[in-house]
């Protein structure tokens, strides 16, 4: 049974009430590119990098994992696997979130829609598998979760498919931090709205949560070379991101982006109240902030690459200060630095390969480290001696990205590595009850 917006109304004004009360105290976002609402923040050295890698047939288990690497430079074992959790089946891992309390860290994945819950706070060098929730499709109608988002005690979660038709059309489903389904959003089909789903980002000053737009089931798992031939497949690709009221979760405005807009990152910039994404398929970079009269505009503001080799934007990371922006392309393997200055205007300054294919970018919170890594999705990763799976850290001095380390997931019989979150030994304590 699909689930559409049926909280009772006293469960609507706790949520509402509890967002309410975080507004004015959330903190800016950790290492860049998380949920204001995560409470603790690496503000020095982290500690971990912890990778959510998809399982590859016939190498180690076969298992989705999740993935601890020391980042510390200071360790003996810089640079090393320490753990690694597996999951027991293989599902396309791709993103995951921490809780508001970054006790816990959310991994799903886009093949069978299981959300998988690490505890990350009892030993933080070592995560353990607390809990799996499998009945999202059957809860909520929904496909492939995505995007896993703090809220105060709870976490949203953005599919990307839905059950139906497999296609684009989707929503956001809202879970309490101890995984128990508390609502389900649909994305917008009116006023504009395609449907489609794929980042969520909130900017609390303005009660605005923004989400942008990708694709569905039927096309991000079918080969990448078939699919990009296959002109009515490429129409089924988001041209949309959609301004919520946060208190409410209500779409407000649908601001046409063409091109498969993907990540957001808002300005972290106490004065600043503007987002940028990227979009896939136009190579662009998109500017969402409010004119003169306060209404929400998107407009693109820079090209990335050379968009007739499409490049393939993938991943972007913001600076603290929110006047630089990397940028990763997936085709050629480069990183890219933009001087966001003037938003309006943003200069790319820098470029390096970083990879043969190069997906994910993190940053420190000091913008002095830098992570990447190789995998996308297992049928559109290259193939042969193209296909490098990796996380690669750099250190990056304001005119060069030089690498420090590399972790050879193909070597370690570990997957393809895709999403990275930082972590830190100083968070260890009792865990909390579930």
Known sequence: MVMRQTLRAGVVTALCLGIVGALAGAAHADETCNSPYVTKLIKGQEDYV???????????????????????????????????????????????????????????????????????????????????????????????????????????????????????????????????????YPMPTDGGGDGYGYDLAVNPKKNVLLTSSFTGFNN??????????????????????????????????????????????????????WAVAATALTSKIWLVKQDAAGQWQARDVATIGDPAKIPLPVDISITRDGKGLWVNTFMDGTTRYFDLSNPEAPRQTYQKVTGKQVNMISQSWDGKRVYITSSLLANWDKGGADNEQFLRGFTWDGKELTQVFEVDFNQEKLGRAHHMKLGSKSFRGAPTPR
Do not use: C
Not at 76 to 85: D, W
Not at 171 to 181: D, F, K, V
Not at 236 to 255: E, I, P, S, Y
């Open 50 to 184: 912890y990778v959510w890698a998809l399982g590859v047939e016939g190498l180690g288990d076969g298992s989705d994992k999740l993935v601890t690497v020391d980042a510390n430079p200071k360790s003996r074992r810089y640079g090393k696997v320490l753990n690694s959790v597996s999951v027991g089946s293989r599902g396309e891992a791709h993103h995951m979130g921490f809780t508001d309390d970054r006790r816990f860290l959310w991994a799903g994945g886009l093949a069978d829609s299981k959300i998988h819950v690490f505890d990350i706070g009892t030993d933080p060098a070592r995560p353990k598998l607390v809990q799996t929730i499998g009945d999202l499709v059957e809860r909520t109608g929904y496909v492939g979760p995505h995007t896993y988002y703090a809220l105060p005690g709870r976490m949203l979660v953005q599919a990307l498919s839905n059950n139906r038709d497999k296609g684009g059309v989707t929503g956001m489903a809202l879970y309490n931090n101890r995984g128990a389904l508390i609502a389900a």
């Open 220 to 273: 991000y798992t079918r080969p990448l070379g078939e699919l990009v031939n296959d002109a009515e497949a490429m129409k089924r690709f988001g041209n949309t991101m959609v301004v919520w009221d946060l208190k409410a979760m209500k779409a407000r405005t649908v601001l046409s982006v063409p091109g498969a807009p993907l990540e957001i990152r808002w300005s972290l910039a106490p004065a600043d109240n």
